[in-house]
C-alpha cells in the first residue's frame, strides 16, 4: 500500500511543481494553508481551497474517498499529510505481522498526529523487551523503547514443522519476539523506530537480508568489510564498503594519488572499479535486483571495537554504523 500512496503523491506533486504564473502561487498557497491547518487543529477540510483546488486531486480516485488506510510498510510523514489534504479524508496507519494475524496497532481516525501507528488492538497485550546491546531501554527517557513483544488470542501457535524457530519467536513467558523496535508516547501509541533482528524492509515490502550480501560482497578482492543498509521509506539497499588495503594502495600508485581520504572523494574511478565487482558477484550469486546496492559509500575508517561500530565479539552493531 506505501508503494501506491508514494506513486500517487509523486503524481500530483509532479503536477503541481509543473505549474506556473498565478495558478502555481494559488497550488502553493493552498497547499501551504491546509498543511498548516492539520498541523494546528486536524482539519482536512478548506471552504475555498477544496473547489478551487483539491477537488480534481481528489478527481483522481473518484472524488467520493471517505477514509483511507495503510501497512505493510512504513510510510513517510510528509506523504501522509500531503495525501490527507488532497483527499480531504483521515488516513490510518496499522501495524502487524503474519504472525499475529495482522492484529497489532492502529491509528485512530480523530488522531491528527502522522508518523506512528496508534496503540495496540484490543485483542492483543503489547509489552517492549530492552535491548541493552542496541541501547534501546524501556526505561528510556521521555519515551520508552525495546522490541515489540506481543500476547494475546491472535497470535500464531507456531511454524508448521519447525519447532527450532517456533522457540525462538516467543520468551519464556510466552510472549511474541516480533524483532521490531518501538517507542512508546505518553498516550500509548508505539512509533516503529528499528529491528533488532538483522533483516529490514523495503518500500516495495519487501525483505532484505544484510549479512546474507555482505557475506557474498567480501569474497571481492576489494572489499576487506561492509555493510549493507536499507530503509523502509527507499526502494533501494546502498552499502558501506571498507577497501582492502592493498588494492587501495595500488590504485593510489596508479593514479598518482597521495591522500587516500581526499582521492576517493575525488575521482570517482576506484568506486566504479568496485561497484562492477559487487555486480559481478551479484550475478554470480542470483541476487535479486533489489539486494544489489544501487550506490556505495567507500571509507578508509575500518569498523572496530575501537571506534563502536564492532561488539567485542566483532559482530557490526549496525545501528551505530
Not at 491472535?154 to 511454524?159: A, E, S
Not at 533482528?197 to 572489499?223: D, M, R, T
Not at 588494492?247 to 574511478?269: I, P, Q, R, Y
Request: proline share 5%.
Amino acid at each position: 500500500m506505501p508503494r501506491l500512496y508514494n506513486r500517487i503523491y509523486g503524481k500530483i506533486k509532479a503536477g503541481c511543481d509543473a505549474a506556473t504564473g498565478c495558478k502555481k502561487w494559488l497550488v502553493g498557497k493552498a497547499i501551504s494553508t491546509k498543511l498548516a491547518a492539520l498541523e494546528n487543529d486536524g482539519s482536512l477540510t478548506n471552504g475555498c481551497y477544496d473547489g478551487l483546488v483539491f477537488k480534481k486531486m481528489a478527481a483522481l480516485l473518484g472524488g467520493k474517498v471517505k477514509l483511507m488506510s495503510t501497512g505493510s510498510a512504513p510510510i513517510d510523514k510528509k506523504v501522509l499529510d500531503f495525501l490527507k489534504i488532497c483527499f480531504s479524508c483521515p488516513i490510518i496507519e496499522g501495524y502487524g505481522l503474519t504472525e499475529t494475524a495482522t492484529g497489532g496497532a492502529t491509528t485512530s481516525i480523530q488522531d491528527r498526529v502522522t508518523g506512528h501507528v496508534g496503540g495496540p488492538s484490543e485483542a492483543l497485550k503489547l509489552r517492549l523487551k530492552d535491548l541493552p546491546e542496541m541501547e534501546y531501554l524501556s526505561s528510556d527517557k521521555p519515551y520508552p523503547r525495546g522490541e515489540i513483544c506481543m500476547k494475546g488470542p491472535c497470535i500464531f501457535k507456531g511454524y508448521y514443522k519447525r519447532d527450532d524457530k517456533t522457540a525462538d519467536a516467543f520468551d519464556a513467558e510466552g510472549w511474541f519476539l516480533s524483532g521490531d523496535v518501538g517507542m512508546v508516547y505518553p498516550n500509548g501509541s508505539v512509533k516503529i523506530i528499528d529491528r533488532s533482528k538483522n533483516i529490514f524492509k523495503l518500500s516495495q515490502g519487501e525483505y532484505i537480508a544484510p549479512e546474507k550480501l555482505e557475506n557474498i560482497f567480501v569474497l571481492s578482492p576489494y572489499v576487506a568489510q561492509s555493510m549493507v543498509y536499507g530503509h523502509s521509506l527507499q526502494s533501494c539497499t546502498v552499502a558501506i564498503v571498507i577497501p582492502e588495503e592493498q588494492k587501495l594502495n595500488d590504485w593510489m600508485k596508479a593514479n598518482g594519488k597521495t591522500d587516500a581520504a581526499a582521492a576517493l572523494l575525488e575521482d570517482a574511478s576506484f568506486k566504479k572499479e568496485i561497484m562492477a565487482d559487487l555486480v559481478r558477484l551479484a550475478k554470480e550469486n542470483n541476487l535479486s535486483g533489489l539486494e544489489k546496492p544501487k550506490d556505495i559509500f567507500i571509507s578508509t575508517d575500518p569498523f572496530s571495537i575501537d571506534n563502536d561500530m564492532l561488539t567485542p565479539t566483532f559482530k557490526l552493531k549496525r545501528n551505530i554504523a
